[in-house]
């Protein structure tokens, strides 16, 4: 049994709204939760995650390793 009145009051069913929209219930200290992402609305989880190529990093590391396509890249004339 905790000691009383030294823990913070527990809500089992804390709401969290993400953007205004309840997006799931968790246990917490607080009874609303705001939070801005989510993994609803991740990039990494929701599979739109871009990689942002500085300076040839990603085609260098892809040479390094030998992961990288060797051969040239043919141009559909359309003809």
Not at 6 to 17: E, L, M, N, Q, R
Not at 33 to 52: A, E
Not at 64 to 73: H, N, Q, R, S, V
Request: hydrophobic letters at 25%; aromatic letters at 10%; charged letters at 25%.
């Amino acid at each position: 049994m905790p000691k009383s009145d030294i823990h913070p009051t527990w809500y089992p069913d804390a709401k969290v709204y993400c953007d205004g929209k309840l997006v799931m219930t968790v246990g917490s200290t607080k009874p609303e939760l705001h939070v801005d992402v989510w993994s609803g609305n991740h990039p990494f989880y929701t599979g739109t995650q871009k990689i942002i190529d500085t300076e040839g990093r990603v085609e260098r590391f892809l040479r390094k390793y030998g992961m990288a396509d060797t051969t040239p890249k043919q141009e559909n004339s359309g003809q």
